[in-house]
């Protein structure tokens, strides 16, 4: 029983691995996409507008220029991940200090006398809750931005 737990386990692993191998080189080949739109646009150049005339564009720029919305695309894209990168570096920064804080409270719960307890250890438990806020800020702020 034990040994076909195991085979079940590696071939579940096998379907989230592959899943994750599609979402991961679809970024490439996209950057890649766009980039050879880019230098076609280039050298011929369209105007929206011209193309649609009835069409209201929310969130284009230029759209009298589809090369200007190519670089647009690819401006936005980079500054969120850029600020995705920024804000995981900050959230595992927090993380990092979390077993410090945990075991501070134990320490103080399992050695401390109750007037020490009653004083420090909301301290030392509001710090988790405040890191913890804060990641849930970070998280948000990047889901934001890739969502618009």
């Given amino acids: 029983m034990y ?11 096998i379907v989230i691995d592959s899943q994750w191998e599609e979402l991961i080189t679809a970024g490439p080949v996209t950057i890649n ?3 050879q739109l880019i230098i076609l646009s280039s050298s011929h150049d369209i105007d929206l507008k011209e193309s649609l005339p009835n069409y209201e564009f929310t969130y284009m ?3 009298e220029s589809f090369s200007a919305t190519l670089i647009q695309i690819s401006n936005e894209g ?3 991940f850029f600020n995705a990168h920024k ?6 920064s927090y993380m990092k200090q979390i077993p410090g804080h945990v075991q ?5 719960y399992a050695k401390g006398t109750p007037r020490l307890i009653q004083r420090l250890l909301p301290k030392s438990l ?15 702020e990047t889901d934001k931005k890739f969502h618009g």
Avoid: F, V, Y
Wanted: glycine fraction near 4%.
């Fill in 126 to 140: 509001a710090s988790i809750e405040r890191i913890g806020n804060e990641c849930i800020k970070l998280a948000s």
């Fill in 78 to 80: 980079w500054e969120a």
């Fill in 3 to 13: 040994r076909q737990e195991k085979i079940d386990q590696l071939k579940n692993q």
């Fill in 104 to 108: 501070t409270s134990l320490k103080l």
């Fill in 61 to 63: 720029k230029h759209p």
């Fill in 33 to 35: 996409l766009l980039g």
């Fill in 87 to 92: 804000n995981m570096d900050r959230i595992q």
